[in-house]
T-cell receptor, first 118, second 112 residues
Framework: DTGVSQNPRHKITKRGQNVTFRCDPISEHNRLYWYRQTLGQGPEFLTYFQNEAQLEKSRLLSDRFSAERPKGSFSTLEIQRTEQGDSAMYLC????????????????FGPGTRLTVL | SQQGEEDPQALSIQEGENATMNCSYKTSINNLQWYRQNSGRGLVHLILIRSNEREKHSGRLRVTLDTSKKSSSLLITASRAADTASYFCATPRSSTLGRLYFGRGTQLTVWP
């Protein structure tokens, strides 16, 4: 399967613990995005990378959240000192943006990591 | 904040009927996209329509875009039970093509 993969698929943790999620994008895609989705809502943007550079962060990304994409391939999203309000589905997506190419932005999503904070 | 809003929030139809969902957005866009999300699965990209296009087809899907009204519609013809899912419209902000803004979605249920 050459799609976007995310691990783990489910994570249950206690409040105050740290958690880390991993996303492996489609191999030739240079952009990688993180979104969060709560029940009954659409995905909300958190941050995105172009290669290894983090180009944009949402105000939703508090200082307890950190994302990295060290080699421009896979990415990790870490949440420190988790709170019950962090319970959500965390979605990763990737896309290919070519300089001078079409200026649209079709994103391919992974299955998500469902986080439950007790 | 969410850019797009889908209408209706929920839609229930019989197999074979057509389903129409609408999306309204607030600011100027470069393109508008529709995604589907099945229970337990990730978001799947269905179709993208650019701001200079008015209508686009893909299989049983037909999307229209009216930039003067800042609205789009998704029509699924001859619906099937497998079309049961949540449907979201998504728009990138023209100035920053990175992030997508999603609406809350339309939950479509197709009864056999």
């Amino acid at each position: 399967d050459t799609g976007v993969s995310q691990n783990p698929r489910h994570k249950i943790t206690k409040r105050g613990q740290n958690v880390t999620f991993r996303c492996d994008p489609i191999s030739e895609h240079n952009r990688l995005y993180w979104y969060r989705q709560t029940l009954g809502q659409g995905p909300e943007f958190l941050t995105y990378f172009q290669n290894e550079a983090q180009l944009e962060k949402s105000r939703l990304l508090s200082d307890r959240f950190s994302a990295e994409r060290p080699k421009g391939s896979f990415s990790t999203l870490e949440i420190q000192r988790t709170e019950q309000g962090d319970s959500a589905m965390y979605l990763c997506a990737s896309s290919l943006t070519v300089a001078g190419g079409p200026s649209y932005n079709e994103q391919f999503f992974g299955p998500g990591t469902r986080l439950t904070v007790l | 904040s969410q850019q797009g809003e889908e209408d209706p929030q929920a839609l229930s139809i019989q197999e074979g009927e057509n389903a129409t969902m609408n999306c309204s957005y607030k600011t100027s866009i470069n393109n508008l996209q529709w995604y589907r999300q099945n229970s337990g699965r990730g978001l799947v990209h269905l179709i993208l329509i650019r701001s200079n296009e008015r209508e686009k087809h893909s299989g049983r899907l037909r999307v229209t875009l009216d930039t003067s009204k800042k609205s789009s519609s998704l029509l699924i013809t001859a619906s099937r039970a497998a079309d049961t899912a949540s449907y979201f419209c998504a728009t990138p902000r023209s100035s920053t093509l990175g992030r997508l803004y999603f609406g809350r979605g339309t939950q479509l249920t197709v009864w056999p």
